[in-house]
């Protein structure tokens, strides 16, 4: 049975009103319109696309058609149903401050304290919404939220596998170093690190070794493939400090095992200006002209482009101050809080789908005191949610990664 555990409570002193609780990145991609969204997605949805050549033809006083057939090309949204369900008693509150806000009665113990009640409802939605935007993109694989069997791949690695897509990599000299070892601590030998500064977030692949990332438990995951916030510790190494898919947790990163070899790629202040340089050089020009076209960038890349901005400022005043412009050379740049490192995406919003049953159903929370109905003092908490991802015109794609 859940029950509330209290860590400290010391009852010295006088309990301030209201509750706290760590700071969340926004899960807000839906909101800012860089999905279209299709409601009422109870099963396969089909997205449709038609389109023939033109022929222009020598004159001719009998018809002559042209030859060509159109071609009709269906892409599908299947939906996948995932539900959170919490069980809640909350007669320990008797051994918390909350003890002096219970009503009179011993029964009354398992009623709980509104305040609080509302609060958790309110942190539990947050959650789960933070949890389907890391769905949408990332897929079940990088959501350690998402524990249903179903798969669920998500947009990126979708799009990442997909035939047509344009891509580029990072291996270039100014966005990519070979590491010769990586420490059972996280600390990672390479030939320079005059290029990296605290901060930066680096991408970690071509593994030679058994490094695993023990972040959230023994036996761990693989570390090829993961990026890390780090810290420069000399000329020649720096250190693995923290995941990025924890960047809502906070925890520090802890691993086991070594490597004798891997690639190191990485988007910050010293390369940035370049990398959006060559991005913005190979966009597609008819969908960059586009109002909906954006770039989708990660957080770390976004500080880095405003950094490298007042880094260049000559003689300007505020260049450390005013906040910077996110676009580049009139194409806009969205921050992406919940998204894949050293990775831009360059798309159309009306390219992207996201296919649910009703939008509002990451925002509905069921709750109900069981008592009434089955006499167990014990609160329910239930969200049901369906979603699927696709994109439609794989050739109207910019994706770069490590």
Same mark, same amino acid.
């Given at each position: 049975?859940?029950?509330?555990?209290?860590?400290?409570?010391?009852?010295?002193?006088?309990?301030?009103?209201?509750?706290?609780?760590?700071?969340?990145?926004?899960?807000?991609?839906?909101?800012?319109?860089?999905?279209?969204?299709?409601?009422?997605?109870?099963?396969?949805?089909?997205?449709?696309?038609?389109?023939?050549?033109?022929?222009?033809?020598?004159?001719?006083?009998?018809?002559?058609?042209?030859?060509?057939?159109?071609?009709?090309?269906?892409?599908?949204?299947?939906?996948?149903?995932?539900?959170?369900?919490?069980?809640?008693?909350?007669?320990?509150?008797?051994?918390?401050?909350?003890?002096?806000?219970?009503?009179?009665?011993?029964?009354?113990?398992?009623?709980?304290?509104?305040?609080?009640?509302?609060?958790?409802?309110?942190?539990?939605?947050?959650?789960?919404?933070?949890?389907?935007?890391?769905?949408?993109?990332?897929?079940?694989?990088?959501? +350690?939220? @998402?524990? #249903? =069997?179903?798969?669920? $791949?998500?947009?990126?690695?979708?799009?990442?596998? *997909? /035939?047509? !897509?344009?891509?580029?990599?990072?291996?270039?000299?100014?966005?990519?170093?070979?590491?010769?070892?990586?420490?059972?601590?996280?600390?990672?030998?390479?030939?320079?690190?005059?290029?990296?500064?605290?901060?930066?977030?680096?991408?970690?692949?071509?593994?030679?070794?058994?490094?695993?990332?023990?972040?959230?438990?023994?036996?761990?995951?693989?570390?090829?493939?993961?990026?890390?916030?780090?810290?420069?510790?000399?000329?020649?190494?720096?250190?693995?400090?923290?995941?990025?898919?924890?960047?809502?947790?906070? +925890?520090? @990163?802890? #691993? =086991?095992?070594?490597? $004798?070899?891997?690639?190191?790629?990485?988007?910050? *202040? /010293?390369? !940035?200006?370049?990398?959006?340089?060559?991005?913005?050089?190979?966009?597609?020009?008819?969908?960059?002209?586009?109002?909906?076209?954006?770039?989708?960038?990660?957080?770390?890349?976004?500080?880095?482009?405003?950094?490298?901005?007042?880094?260049?400022?000559?003689?300007?005043?505020?260049?450390?101050?005013?906040?910077?412009?996110?676009?580049?050379?009139?194409?806009?740049?969205?921050?992406?809080?919940?998204?894949?490192?050293?990775?831009?995406?360059?798309?159309?919003?009306?390219?992207?789908?996201?296919?649910?049953?009703?939008?509002?159903?990451?925002?509905?929370?069921? $709750?109900?005191?069981?008592?009434?109905?089955?006499?167990?003092?014990? !609160?329910?908490?239930?969200?049901?949610?369906?979603?699927?991802?696709?994109?439609?015109?794989?050739?109207?794609?910019?994706?770069?990664?490590?």
């Amino acid at each position: 049975m859940a029950q509330f555990t209290f860590t400290n409570n010391t009852y010295a002193g006088e309990a301030l009103a209201g509750f706290m609780a760590s700071t969340l990145l926004e899960a807000d991609s839906v909101k800012r319109g860089l999905l279209t969204v299709i409601n009422d997605v109870k099963s396969r949805k089909v997205i449709l696309d038609v389109d023939d050549d033109v022929v222009l033809q020598d004159p001719s006083g009998i018809f002559a058609d042209q030859g060509t057939t159109a071609l009709q090309n269906e892409s599908y949204l299947d939906p996948v149903v995932f539900e959170f369900m919490k069980q809640e008693q909350w007669d320990k509150l008797v051994q918390s401050w909350e003890a002096q806000s219970l009503k009179p009665g011993a029964f009354l113990d398992y009623e709980g304290v509104v305040d609080l009640s509302d609060f958790m409802v309110q942190r539990y939605l947050t959650k789960i919404q933070i949890a389907n935007e890391r769905l949408y993109w990332l897929g079940k694989s990088a959501t +350690k939220e @998402a524990a #249903f =069997t179903a798969p669920f $791949t998500g947009l990126l690695p979708t799009i990442a596998a *997909a /035939s047509g !897509v344009y891509k580029v990599g990072l291996g270039k000299p100014a966005t990519s170093m070979s590491a010769t070892a990586i420490s059972a601590t996280g600390v990672v030998t390479v030939s320079d690190t005059s290029t990296l500064s605290d901060g930066d977030v680096v991408t970690i692949t071509a593994v030679t070794g058994s490094s695993a990332d023990t972040t959230n438990g023994a036996p761990g995951i693989a570390i090829q493939g993961q990026s890390y916030f780090i810290q420069v510790v000399n000329s020649t190494s720096f250190k693995l400090v923290r995941n990025y898919n924890e960047i809502n947790t906070r +925890k520090a @990163a802890t #691993f =086991t095992g070594t490597a $004798t070899a891997a690639t190191v790629s990485y988007i910050n *202040a /010293s390369n !940035v200006l370049s990398v959006l340089t060559s991005v913005y050089a190979q966009l597609d020009p008819a969908d960059r002209s586009q109002d909906d076209f954006n770039l989708q960038i990660p957080l770390h890349v976004g500080y880095a482009y405003a950094q490298a901005q007042a880094n260049k400022a000559i003689n300007v005043l505020n260049a450390f101050t005013d906040p910077k412009k996110m676009d580049y050379l009139g194409v806009p740049l969205q921050l992406m809080n919940h998204w894949q490192a050293n990775t831009i995406l360059g798309a159309r919003s009306s390219n992207l789908f996201l296919g649910v049953d009703l939008l509002g159903d990451a925002s509905e929370l069921s $709750t109900v005191y069981m008592k009434p109905y089955t006499n167990d003092n014990v !609160v329910r908490m239930k969200a049901r949610m369906k979603a699927a991802v696709n994109y439609k015109f794989a050739n109207e794609i910019f994706y770069l990664s490590a």
